[in-house]
């Protein structure tokens, strides 16, 4: 087969790919930093002239041109996988809505969902030698996207790192029905959280101490995993492993810091496998074509399967859960306010490993306010707090259990050196409202 025939005959511009969708239509927009551009823009351009177009994607980090439209509710609908701060801003103009999922499912939902797209567009790495367009740090979902779609557009960005993987991590250009070639935009960068606070520091220690040599990690984004990560880069740890539902900027430094081998993984030893990843140019630049890397599949990355192959796997996570996993503050009435909610949460599925007879520990990190301050709101206690246990295979040392009940309930009662400084800064954003004492302690029964 002659690729670059092929390329040249499925090229085209980005104002033809556009023409392709019409009123009705279930438009994929990709993943994260592979949302497109060029043809965005052309679609934005004929939009007011369709309706009902509903278009999928998320984790968006600019505003699309289908956004700007005069009026865009009458036009299509935003259905979001997993939502940003962009995507939640744009539910109170009635165009935006959340798709509750079950992340490492997703897959699965492309191929057996009734309703496959009719059209997915996407950013790409340029085809290599062999006629694939490597999705780069957007695996995930993508293979089953490509799979399923009546029409595949690819719209290619030289500035796309070319992010190695085992399988899933491409499309080949048989599999292609458009090529468009963008203006080549820089990959949109995700900055760090905000600085980590005491209470991060303070979590983050506990939990760094209590990691051995060659656990396996997972880390999120924010400002509890960036000290963890900067602490893990400054520690004696050695051959640590990696296994993330996303990859950060913090594994870029440990790695750097030589901490990072994957000696002692089950699984994929010696490879950094992740499902996705965001962050600054730093990271973009280290995962591209560096084999170490391995990008790979949402429902293989999150599978319990996979993961409960790993011993000592640590995933501390910065969230706030029930027990039938519905995000805490996620909404105030019907205002839309964490990107996040119920069985959607992805972490949820690293929760349920806790409990895994191959999994050596989990640790659990709860900010139990995660809008501190912004809302007079009560301080609640999750009651799965007091369900925190080791697994049934844990190593044995459960300081580190006990440790986070204390600060949970120090927390709560404004009591102890953490507790005592979250109290006064929520009556200082409170306006010093009193904070109800009984009913703390009666959610901590």
Not at 28 to 54: C, H, M, S
Not at 296 to 314: G, H
Request: charged share 20%.
């Amino acid at each position: 087969m002659d690729y670059k025939k092929l390329y040249a005959e499925k090229l085209v511009s980005a104002e033809k790919a556009a023409s392709v969708v019409k009123s009705g239509d279930w438009v994929d927009y990709g993943w994260t930093t592979g949302t497109p551009v060029a043809v965005d823009a052309a679609i934005a351009k004929r939009l007011p002239e369709l309706e009902n177009v509903n278009f999928r994607g998320g984790i968006l980090m600019w505003v699309p041109e289908i956004f700007k439209i005069e009026n865009p509710a009458a036009h299509m609908t935003w259905n979001s996988w997993h939502m940003s701060g962009i995507e939640r801003k744009a539910i109170a103009q009635g165009f935006s809505f959340y798709a509750p999922i079950r992340y490492s499912e997703l897959p699965r939902y492309y191929r057996e969902s009734a309703t496959k797209p009719d059209v997915a567009v996407f950013q790409v790495a340029p085809m290599d030698e062999h006629g694939y367009f490597n999705f780069g740090p957007n695996a995930s979902h993508m293979a089953a996207c490509c799979e399923t779609s009546k029409v595949v557009i690819v719209e290619v960005n030289e500035n796309m790192p070319v992010c190695l993987g085992g399988f899933e991590n491409g499309v080949h250009i048989s599999n292609v029905d458009m090529i468009v070639e963008g203006s080549n935009p820089t990959i949109a960068e995700m900055g760090g959280a905000a600085a980590a606070t005491d209470v991060d520091e303070a979590v983050a220690k506990l939990i760094v101490d209590e990691i051995p040599d060659g656990a396996c990690l997972q880390l999120g984004i924010g400002g509890m995993p960036n000290a963890v990560g900067s602490l893990i880069a400054k520690s004696d740890l050695k051959d640590l492993g990696v296994h993330t539902e996303m990859y950060v900027d913090a594994f870029v430094d440990i790695a750097k810091a030589g901490k990072i081998t994957g000696a002692h993984k089950q699984l994929d030893k010696g490879r950094q496998v992740y499902a996705f990843g965001a962050g600054t140019q730093k990271m973009y630049d280290y995962l591209n074509d560096n084999p170490e890397c391995m990008s790979a599949p949402v429902d293989y990355t999150n599978d319990i399967r996979s993961i409960s192959a790993l011993d000592n796997f640590i995933g501390p996570i910065a969230q706030s859960h029930g027990k039938m996993g519905g995000v805490f503050d996620d909404h105030i009435g019907l205002r839309h306010l964490l990107h996040h909610a119920g069985l959607s949460h992805p972490p949820l599925q690293f929760l349920d490993l806790a409990f895994d007879l191959r999994v050596a520990f989990h640790l659990f990190v709860f900010f139990l306010d995660l809008l501190l301050g912004h809302f007079d709101l009560p301080f609640v206690i999750p009651p799965l707090i007091e369900d925190i246990g080791p697994s049934q295979n844990d190593i044995g040392d459960h300081n580190l259990i006990d440790h986070l009940k204390t600060l949970v309930k120090q927390m709560a009662a404004g009591t102890g050196e953490i507790g005592a400084q979250i109290l006064g800064e929520r009556k200082q954003c409170a306006g010093d409202k009193t904070i109800d004492q009984k009913q703390q302690q009666k959610d901590l029964q």
